[in-house]
């Protein structure tokens, strides 16, 4: 529920205060469980509850033992939420020791990246990222192009995203905000975007 309504995606999708009072449910019924802390991080960091997002995901993190099969995911909301220091050094071990990760670390690690003015990190993790079914995907690889001097290039991402995506220019700033959760970062990547050639009503 959560993750359909932060991609904007049309037809009927459960309110996310729903979905957060459910997580919260499960949390409470198996406070012991890492799938239900981290679903719980994840639902509380789209719906700007950024500090709580954080410290599910360390619980979630010391209930998993470090296991690997949780690595990714919790430095994914780890990093999102802000903890630049853990976040991506979970991602980048569990991007080392499991040939196949969760391919949406990849845009914690992007984010981290754009966050560090590292545009050769961005623009690879963003091709690592995943196959385009959502507007991310062409969205970060927009981004890093145009930090990369090639804006010409990332034109062509604007496009394929408008395709994915139609209605992006109308919703992109709440788009944007439900995973990008810090205002300058925000704020850069909505420039870069626009030097890629997508006009973004009421931006300036």
Same mark, same amino acid.
Not at 87 to 99: C, E, S, T, Y
Not at 169 to 192: M, Q, S, Y
């Given at each position: 529920?959560?993750?359909?309504?932060?991609?904007?995606?049309?037809?009927? +999708?459960?309110? /996310?205060? *729903?979905?957060?009072?459910? #997580? &919260?449910?499960? =949390? %409470?019924? @198996?406070?012991?469980?890492?799938?239900?802390?981290?679903?719980?991080?994840? +639902?509380?960091? /789209?719906? *700007?509850?950024?500090?709580? #997002? &954080?410290?599910? =995901? %360390?619980? @979630?993190?010391?209930?998993?033992?470090?296991?690997?099969?949780?690595?990714?995911?919790?430095?994914?909301?780890?990093?999102?939420?802000?903890?630049?220091?853990?976040?991506?050094?979970?991602?980048?071990?569990?991007?080392?020791?499991?040939?196949?990760?969760?391919?949406?670390?990849?845009?914690?690690?992007?984010?981290?990246?754009?966050?560090?003015?590292?545009?050769?990190?961005?623009?690879?993790?963003?091709?690592?990222?995943?196959?385009?079914?959502?507007?991310?995907?062409?969205?970060?690889?927009?981004?890093?192009?145009?930090?990369?001097?090639?804006?010409?290039?990332?034109?062509?991402?604007?496009?394929?995203?408008?395709?994915?995506?139609?209605?992006?220019?109308?919703?992109?700033?709440?788009?944007?905000?439900?995973?990008?959760?810090?205002?300058?970062?925000?704020?850069?990547?909505?420039?870069?975007?626009?030097?890629?050639?997508?006009?973004?009503?009421?931006?300036?």
């Amino acid at each position: 529920g959560g993750g359909h309504w932060s991609l904007g995606i049309p037809g009927e +999708v459960i309110p /996310i205060q *729903d979905s957060i009072a459910a #997580a &919260r449910r499960g =949390a %409470g019924l @198996a406070p012991l469980d890492v799938r239900c802390r981290a679903s719980l991080a994840y +639902v509380l960091l /789209i719906a *700007d509850a950024t500090d709580e #997002a &954080r410290a599910e =995901a %360390g619980v @979630a993190l010391e209930l998993s033992g470090m296991s690997i099969l949780w690595l990714d995911a919790v430095g994914y909301l780890l990093t999102l939420s802000g903890d630049w220091e853990k976040g991506p050094d979970l991602i980048r071990k569990a991007v080392r020791i499991n040939p196949f990760p969760r391919r949406s670390c990849y845009s914690a690690l992007w984010l981290d990246a754009v966050r560090r003015d590292d545009p050769t990190t961005a623009l690879v993790a963003a091709r690592e990222y995943a196959p385009e079914v959502y507007f991310w995907g062409p969205l970060m690889e927009a981004v890093a192009l145009v930090a990369n001097d090639r804006a010409q290039e990332a034109t062509t991402c604007v496009e394929r995203l408008l395709q994915i995506k139609p209605d992006f220019p109308d919703r992109a700033h709440w788009l944007i905000t439900r995973h990008v959760k810090f205002d300058h970062l925000v704020e850069h990547i909505e420039r870069a975007l626009e030097a890629a050639g997508l006009a973004l009503p009421g931006h300036r």
